[in-house]
């Protein structure tokens, strides 16, 4: 079985919201995930920026997550389960430079991105690229 992927995973949406409603939505995401069978959970241990209320606020809203390449899939539709649940805007994954929003509404293109964002997300002979950028054939 191919290594976990660390991603993080971070709330989209969420700028209006009090710390409170954004900690009880980032308990409720990692509930959610932990019970789906994703290998390994944690919340990011972030310094607080100049400025911010309390101590700890900065990690808020964002989560680490090691998935296993071939649970990909099972775990976007998980998160998109639970943003229709919670009526969240968004959760965006990140690692790199590589990037994917996913929201309460699936798109018919949705496993075709997932797809391509894990692919370059696992890819590590090239430069990080925006997904969408077609890929420069090697020589």
């Known amino acids: 079985m191919a290594a976990a992927l660390w991603l993080e ?5 969420v700028e209006d ?3 409170e409603e954004l900690e009880e939505l980032t ?5 959610e995930l932990s019970a789906a069978g994703v290998d ?5 241990s972030m310094a607080s920026p100049a400025g911010a209320r309390s ?7 964002a989560l680490l997550v090691a998935i ?5 899939q099972h775990t976007a539709a998980t998160i998109q389960a639970w943003l229709a649940r919670a009526g969240q805007r968004s959760v965006v994954l990140v690692k790199g430079d590589n990037r994917l929003e996913l929201t309460a509404l699936p798109t018919a293109d949705m496993k ?8 370059a997300c696992l890819d ?7 997904l969408g950028e077609d890929r420069e054939p090697r020589g």
């Open 9 to 13: 995973v971070r709330l989209g949406g």
């Open 17 to 19: 919201l009090a710390p």
């Open 27 to 31: 308990r409720s995401l990692l509930e």
């Open 40 to 44: 390994e959970l944690r919340t990011p």
């Open 55 to 61: 101590a700890g606020t900065a990690a808020l809203g």
């Open 68 to 72: 296993a390449p071939p649970l990909f």
């Open 112 to 119: 075709d991105l997932a797809e391509r964002f894990i692919t």
């Open 124 to 130: 590590e002979d090239r430069e990080p690229r925006a």
